[in-house]
């Protein structure tokens, strides 16, 4: 059963970098047809997609985000990771990982960690 | 703002019917897909309904989606009171990127 888990520090300094890494067990990273996504949920607020990389390589953004985002994927760890820079405290959300297809339909979710961006 | 817009709640009795509409363009909903998503308290999202109205394995029949134009309904019969919880449709924009509508929260009265 494939599963994801976030990881990386819960809090980040404001105009930092914002690193968080997910980790995809029982299953390959490289499997054909998936995306691997990012998406955030600020406290109280609904949910924001942030990005996805196909298991090609190909990356796509939030183009609210694009600037500030960058997806990346690592085989040989099964693992693809988020950053986004210049965080502020709008920043400030839970962040998930999450499987797709190309309908954008979210299969497999992580539980999510929550970041939060104070001095 | 999100790009899909939902109604921020609706509620109904137990045994009753809800719907739960997501209103987008030709750019989003016209031309893809629409999925729904169910996020209980504290919870990650999870994923009720794919590709319009179709529902992955272990979803209640309870649960079912349409679409329409530029709009998609997401149903559900037979409420019960593990039911409340938030309801997100989301899809792909014409510009690849995914947008999700604000939620709607159900409250089973």
């Known amino acids: 059963q494939l599963q994801l888990q976030e990881s990386g520090p819960g809090l980040v300094k404001p105009s930092e970098t914002l690193s968080l890494t997910c980790t995809v067990s029982?299953?390959?990273?490289?499997?054909?047809?998936?995306?691997w996504g990012w998406i955030r949920q600020p406290p109280g607020k609904g949910l924001e997609w942030i990005g996805s990389i196909y298991y090609s390589g190909s990356t796509y953004y939030n183009p609210s985000l694009k600037s500030r985002v960058t997806i990346s994927v690592d085989t040989s760890k099964n693992q693809f990771s988020l950053k986004l820079s210049s965080v502020t405290a709008a920043d400030t959300a839970v962040y998930y990982c999450a499987r797709h297809e190309a309908g954008m339909e979210m299969d497999v979710w992580g539980k999510g960690t929550t970041v939060t961006v104070s001095s | 703002q999100s790009v899909l817009t939902q109604p921020p709640s609706v509620s109904a009795a137990p045994g009753q019917k809800v719907t739960i509409s997501c209103s987008g363009s030709?750019?989003?909903?016209?031309?893809?897909?629409v999925s729904w998503y169910q996020q209980l308290p504290g919870t990650a999202p999870k994923l009720l309904i794919y590709?319009?109205?179709k529902r992955p394995s272990g979803i209640p029949d309870r649960f079912s989606g349409s679409k329409s134009g530029t709009s998609a309904t997401l149903g559900i019969t037979g409420l019960q009171t593990g039911d409340e919880a938030d309801y997100y449709c989301g899809t792909w924009d014409s510009s690849l990127s995914g947008v999700f509508g604000g939620g709607t929260k159900l409250t089973v009265l």
């Open positions: 590709e319009n109205n």
């Open positions: 029982g299953g390959s990273i490289s499997s054909s047809s998936y995306y």
């Open positions: 030709s750019s989003n909903i016209g031309n893809n897909y």
